[in-house]
């Protein structure tokens, strides 16, 4: 029962804001990513940790500043979901003002190849998604949420343009197998961690962290041509600009350390856009080399405390 509330309660607030002005949203932001910074050590603490060790040159006043900066690129994704899910079509496609990097899309579909695209946690994924699905037939994996009476909320909202939703299983992966033969675009988080014994250690800002190794037998199998994608927010909530970057060629390496190597290494780039855009608060660097191997006290080698 109560998670039914909760269900109705946020989509509620997901169609009130669906139609608030993005300048409006990116605001309201500012104030919640203040409450945000002030009130939870947990999202504070670890966007503090995991930029320490990307950006170890800033200053105390400087990192500070990038939390409070991610922290609200982080608050308005989430103000911006139903504006991305449930706001009118012509709204969300006329807020995409820049696109960068399309050729890379339509060059390797005039060759008759499928397109990977990698799309880490950065700006609005969910207006990436979008627009993906508005000019490309795409298949994106997906894992139902906690609450399963948002369920239907957000799958209606991730397909509604002509995405095509598969589950995070080897039923899904055939699916993305079988949209890639067909030379369509596919997506992939290349910066969530995945359970044990499906990926491996590899480089990403110069620590160790636990990376899919999905790509590398999709790549095998069907020759497709990878590129990373993003939605950036512009400022002060003027839109968003869509950017298609090439890939790092470690991707496409046989070995799955290299390819992994090589996706984090497209994540970094990413990021280099604009760097308070990613989502650090997330806990990147959750496993390690120690506790795979067993080390008796690997705890004492975690990130977070």
Request: with cysteine.
């Amino acid at each position: 029962m109560k998670r039914s509330f909760n269900a109705t309660a946020i989509h509620a607030l997901w169609r009130l804001l669906s139609g608030w002005r993005l300048v409006t949203l990116w605001r309201l932001a500012g104030i919640a990513s203040r409450v945000l910074y002030a009130v939870s050590r947990r999202e504070r603490h670890v966007s503090r940790r995991n930029l320490e060790l990307a950006f170890p040159a800033d200053t105390l006043a400087g990192r500070r500043q990038r939390v409070q900066q991610s922290l609200r690129h982080s608050a308005a994704t989430m103000l911006e979901l139903g504006f991305a899910w449930i706001g009118d079509p012509r709204r969300v496609e006329a807020a995409i003002v820049e696109v960068h990097g399309r050729e890379l899309l339509d060059d390797a579909r005039a060759e008759n190849r499928g397109v990977i695209v990698l799309a880490p946690h950065f700006g609005n994924w969910e207006v990436l998604n979008f627009w993906l699905s508005s000019h490309f037939p795409f298949t994106a994996m997906y894992e139902p949420p906690k609450i399963a009476d948002l369920d239907p909320v957000i799958r209606h909202g991730r397909e509604r343009m002509g995405a095509e939703l598969v589950p995070t299983n080897s039923r899904g992966v055939a699916a993305l197998l079988k949209a890639l033969k067909r030379a369509e675009a596919i997506g992939i988080l290349p910066d969530q961690e995945p359970d044990w014994g499906s990926g491996v250690f590899a480089d990403f800002f110069g620590r160790q962290a636990y990376t899919a190794t999905l790509l590398p037998k999709l790549v095998a199998r069907t020759q497709a041509r990878v590129v990373t994608g993003v939605a950036r927010r512009l400022p002060e909530g003027q839109g968003f600009a869509i950017h298609f970057l090439a890939a790092d060629e470690r991707v496409y390496a046989s070995d799955e350390t290299t390819s992994a190597t090589g996706v984090n290494a497209c994540v970094e780039t990413a990021i280099a856009l604009d760097p308070v855009q990613y989502q650090w608060e997330y806990k990147r660097w959750k496993k390690t080399p120690e506790e795979e191997q067993k080390i008796p006290d690997f705890r004492r080698f975690r990130l977070y405390r």
